[in-house]
């Protein structure tokens, strides 16, 4: 991963100085609440319903085993003992002190991280493949772009009062696990005809209450322009992008508004013009990439097999086995997936005994490093095979090895009304619910990948536009209700989801989720996913059983 320089450290720790007295001026009186609004959302300090929410940034998901020890100390001296993992790969605190989030940012500073621009319009933490750098179907390892990419747009004079916030995700498989058509944009490293690597640029995806899919504005870039093509689209962004309406500030609106041909010619206009002085040379790719050089793994691994054995002979660690990990591309080693989805814990949520836990055994399992996912899971990225089963038994004690990514109950789910301002409904409860109904259903392995995802608000911070079955939680005359769609995906086959019908009472949520489920197990074909179903068939048979009774 990459490791901060001289200039890096200074500049965090003068940001940490320039918060700390911004705001002993705001407790002070010295500073106004409008004022002192801007610079605390800058430094990702967000006022929520009982308390500010600190997001700390996460560039691209990866973490190391200092980091986490960090967090866990952050987590008990400073919250209520737990932080949440977000759909972002960033984690969040929600208790803190507005007079002690100067001290936590000191704290985070000194293990090389920081909360800048995780908040506020400006352009966003880069997020990127859980799987970068490990997986089979890639074309090349995304992370040094997406440190290229942090770096540039990291306090970007120009970039920091855009019209609204601005996100980029990349990715460098064949398989898209960073939802990139649903960003701002999205970088795809791709090749051409001749067998050369650059990148596929989309542009104008988003979710939200107005969710859209990118659309190709660029079908292959050279690597050498990616900076100044990028800087290209956030210009006319910043030119053209609307001030007057924040719901219609974002750059999806923009090109929908105006047209992606005549969006395309505005950007190549303003490109022509800056692409020479912002060119990429190679020395500097070279040294990205050796941040993120390959592993020291051990050439022998593959040649003790005993998980095999312990599979065979235990079928819990085979459950989980099968669930939970995945093909690494060196011969002998595994991913593992940790999931942050136990029955008894709202989704994402981890406490600081987890935190120090996962720290130890990515020291000794996985070289001291762990991933955040975009389904607010965590992933050990290099762990042989011949350490799962001992592996398993530790992550098991820790309830961090529940076996179903992927599954059902794998549900991602915002904090909702239990903690977010701007919700309409509960979220965490309903998780609950849900779960201990499909704790009850025998079929619940059998019917496979399912995405529920669930927000209480029209922001989408859950992903609810592109969840296999999504729910959005709505206000009735401050009464909850729940909206439910179908067929969302954010990967290859982005689809945003069909609403089913009327809302739903939040008393009927979890029972219409069992009848959602009950419905694709009657209408499936063989083998065929709750996804293809309902492309299949449609969400009629789906809607009928579910208002069968209304």
Not at 256 to 262: D, H, M, R
Not at 396 to 421: H, K, R
């Amino acid at each position: 991963m990459y490791q901060y320089n001289h200039n890096d450290q200074i500049l965090i720790e003068e940001r940490v100085a320039q918060f700390r007295r911004q705001t002993e001026q705001f407790l002070s009186g010295e500073m106004s609440e409008d004022a002192y609004r801007a610079l605390r959302l800058r430094n990702g300090v967000y006022i929520q319903t009982h308390s500010p929410m600190l997001r700390v940034a996460v560039p691209y998901g990866v973490l190391n085993s200092k980091q986490l020890r960090s967090l866990a100390h952050i987590a008990r001296t400073y919250d209520k003992n737990y932080c949440h993992v977000t759909t972002r790969q960033n984690v969040q605190f929600n208790w803190p002190k507005l007079e002690q989030i100067p001290d936590i940012l000191a704290e985070l500073a000194q293990v090389q991280m920081h909360a800048i621009q995780t908040s506020g319009n400006c352009i966003r933490n880069t997020t990127s493949d859980h799987l970068a750098g490990v997986s089979v179907d890639e074309i090349e390892d995304p992370r040094p772009y997406c440190e290229l990419i942090r770096q540039w747009s990291t306090l970007h004079p120009e970039f920091d009062y855009l019209p609204r916030k601005f996100k980029i995700a990349v990715s460098g498989s064949l398989n898209d696990r960073a939802a990139t058509q649903f960003h701002d944009i999205g970088l795809h490293l791709v090749k051409n005809e001749a067998g050369i690597v650059g990148f596929k640029v989309l542009v104008g995806g988003g979710l939200g209450r107005t969710p859209v899919i990118g659309q190709v504005i660029k079908p292959f870039l050279d690597k050498k322009h990616i900076l100044s093509y990028l800087e290209a689209i956030l210009r006319i962004y910043n030119l053209f992008g609307r001030r007057d309406n924040k719901y219609k500030a974002r750059i999806k609106i923009l090109v929908k508004e105006t047209g992606l041909e005549k969006f395309s010619e505005l950007v190549e206009q303003e490109w022509q013009l800056i692409r020479d002085n912002l060119e990429v040379h190679e020395a500097r790719f070279s040294a990205m990439k050796a941040h993120f050089a390959q592993l020291n793994y051990d050439k022998n691994a593959d040649k003790n097999l005993t998980f095999d054995q312990y599979k065979h002979e235990n079928k819990a660690f085979g459950k989980w086995c099968e669930n939970n990990t995945s093909k690494h591309k060196v011969d002998g080693y595994c991913i593992v997936f940790l999931s942050l989805k136990h029955p008894k814990t709202p989704p994402g949520d981890l406490t600081s005994e987890q935190l120090d836990t996962i720290a130890d055994l990515a020291d000794l399992y996985s070289f001291g490093e762990v991933r955040s996912t975009h389904r607010q899971n965590l992933v050990f990225a290099d762990v042989k095979q011949a350490d799962l089963f001992q592996l398993w038994q530790l992550l098991n004690d820790a309830q961090l090895a529940t076996p179903n990514i992927g599954a059902a109950t794998d549900m991602i789910c915002c904090p909702g009304l239990d903690f977010c301002s701007l919700a309409n409904a509960g979220s965490i409860g309903i998780a609950k619910e849900i779960n201990e109904i499909l704790d009850d259903m025998d079929y619940l392995h059998d019917i496979g990948s399912v995405n529920i995802n669930m927000s209480g608000c029209m922001n989408g911070c859950a992903h609810q536009s592109v969840g296999h079955i999504g729910i959005l939680g709505v206000d009735k005359k401050g009464v909850e209700w729940y909206q439910i769609t179908l067929g969302g995906s954010s990967s290859n086959e982005a689809a945003i989801g069909e609403r089913l019908g009327p809302a739903v009472p939040k008393k009927e949520i979890a029972k219409t989720v069992e009848i959602l489920l009950d419905v694709y197990v009657q209408q499936r074909v063989e083998e065929e996913t709750f996804l293809d179903t309902v492309k299949r068939v449609g969400i009629y048979p789906f809607k009928e059983k579910v208002y069968a009774n209304h």
